[in-house]
């Protein structure tokens, strides 16, 4: 177990400033305090429009959160040719390199191929992610409400449950609030963060919620995701320790009850 200071993980927080709605910023806050309740000393480098490559290459983790179409522009803006794309290198670098990150909703889509929006207007994506979203437009409702998933059961790189030997339901679902128009469809390349149990997760159709690529982790849970899922939480700040390290970490236990408690009701009410 740690309980040290001998550990150092340098979270990088893309884009804060234009994506980060509902309340997304609270998986940064998550991040950090887990760690110093452990001795791990936490620092967050500020990645908004204009960051230097080399600010990026510092990371261990990286976190970036939501948006609405406009603000995804300008970071699509940022990020490709001429203003970035030698920053789209080192991300899909650092990503195919299993440096750890969680990717949501916006982030996530904005990882794939392309998003079409309503009116056909198609933003292109970073091409990392084997996965494309398209809105269908007014017709078709919002995808809005609690959501529970079962975590994909393969246990593949990265996946939640690689590691652990689940002793109840709380290490294998995870619970948040997803509100998006967009449908996302996963490629052969890429596989699904975990099973629907309830909501709607990726399209509303398929019943998968979010992709795992390598130690890469995109999903629409909004909530934040980290409070109400400590174990996920915990899950990213082991790989990035064990990825920046190469040692095997055994991260020490917290007093996490009152989170498992929100949790727990969060999968009764949905799932009965």
């Not at 909501?199 to 982790?217: L, P, Q, R, V």
Request: glycine share 10%; charged share 25%; net charge negative.
């Amino acid at each position: 177990m740690i309980h040290n200071t001998k550990y150092r993980l340098i979270i990088g927080w893309l884009y804060q400033e234009l994506m980060s709605t509902y309340g997304d910023r609270g998986n940064i806050i998550a991040l950090q305090k887990r760690c110093e309740w452990r001795g791990i000393n936490a620092e967050v480098l500020h990645l908004d429009s204009g960051f230097k490559i080399q600010e990026l290459k510092k990371c261990d983790l990286l976190f970036m959160g939501g948006a609405q179409d406009m603000q995804q522009k300008i970071v699509s803006d940022d990020l490709h040719p001429p203003a970035g794309g030698e920053k789209v290198k080192v991300l899909r670098k650092m990503i195919e390199d299993g440096i750890p990150g969680l990717y949501i909703c916006g982030a996530y889509q904005f990882l794939g191929k392309y998003y079409k929006e309503a009116d056909e207007t198609t933003i292109p994506g970073l091409n990392i992610l084997d996965l494309y979203t398209e809105n269908p437009g007014e017709n078709h409702k919002r995808l809005i409400g609690n959501i529970v998933i079962e975590c994909h059961p393969e246990r593949s790189e990265g996946s939640l449950d690689s590691s652990a030997s689940p002793q109840n339901d709380k290490e294998t679902t995870l619970v948040g609030f997803e509100n998006h128009g967009g449908r996302t469809y996963l490629g052969k390349n890429i596989k699904p963060l975990g099973k629907v149990l309830t909501g709607f997760g990726n399209n509303g159709i398929d019943k998968t919620e979010g992709a795992i690529y390598k130690n890469s982790f995109g999903s629409y849970l909004h909530g934040p995701i980290l409070p109400k899922n400590p174990h996920f939480a915990d899950h990213l700040i082991k790989l990035a320790l064990e990825k920046k390290y190469n040692e095997t970490i055994e991260l020490n236990p917290l007093d996490d009850s009152l989170e498992h408690q929100a949790h727990d009701f969060v999968v009764r009410r949905n799932t009965k």
